[in-house]
């Protein structure tokens, strides 16, 4: 048995990837945010949809973090970003949930566009330890800008967890999986799952959930 969690408005009140592209840049060079012009040609360009999600979330991490973080700075940026986010940023009643599930024995699982390397430190201090994130990207031993794998978001999400399932020796048709998220870019793993809930969810996500059935969860 499966509870997958989605993690960005659904387990947090806010998206993290701004945030701790936010937190990193005061953490180690305040002087990056001059840089924050170079962004703006990337950023109409993706919202005209003429570069993908991945493209700029690339040119972000470049401007705040540079070319490349070694490993150990990175680490300690990601758990101290872990840290704070886990004392005010996460819905207590996601928390609980997650202790519940736990509890009733089923394994839990998050999945997540955000980058692997500070969501696996988010992780660990929630006690997960089945983390499907978008691939951070490491050469000797440094942190680059580069997202190696599919971004994990959309029928991506599902393709990566499936992998993660195979990886894993567990076969579909013989587990039981319930997923949490709050956005309708995750409906194929919705579709994917034997018991899909919407949590904290949007518009749009909303109106999927009633027509469909399925329960809505709201934190806010």
């Given amino acids: 048995m499966l509870s997958i969690f989605d993690l960005d408005r659904t387990l947090t009140t806010l998206p993290t990837y701004t945030p701790f592209l936010w937190f990193a840049v005061r953490s180690r060079a305040p002087w990056r945010l001059l840089l924050l012009p170079l962004l703006l040609p990337v950023a109409i360009l993706y919202a005209l949809k003429l570069v993908p999600r991945c493209r700029m979330k690339q040119a972000m991490h470049w401007v705040a973090l540079g070319s490349v973080v070694p490993e150990r700075e990175a680490a300690r940026l990601a758990d101290r970003f ?15 949930l997650i202790e519940a599930e736990r509890a009733a024995g089923r394994r839990i699982v ?23 994130a978008t691939a951070s990207s490491w050469k000797n031993g440094r942190l680059t800008p580069a997202i190696v794998s599919e971004n994990c978001y959309g029928a991506d999400k599902r393709s990566l967890v499936e992998a993660f399932l195979e990886r894993s020796a567990i076969a579909r048709e013989a587990a039981h999986i319930r997923f949490y998220s709050d956005h309708a870019s995750d409906l194929p793993m919705f579709e994917l799952a034997d018991e899909a809930v919407a949590v904290n969810p949007s518009v749009k996500m909303r109106t999927i959930a009633a027509a469909r059935g399925w329960p809505v969860l709201d934190w806010r």
Avoid: E, N, S, W
């Fill in 82 to 96: 872990a840290r704070t986010l886990t004392k005010r940023g996460l819905y207590p009643d996601g928390v609980a």
């Fill in 110 to 132: 998050l999945a997540t566009a955000a980058p692997h390397f500070y969501t696996a430190a988010i992780a660990r201090r929630l006690g997960i330890a089945d983390v499907v």
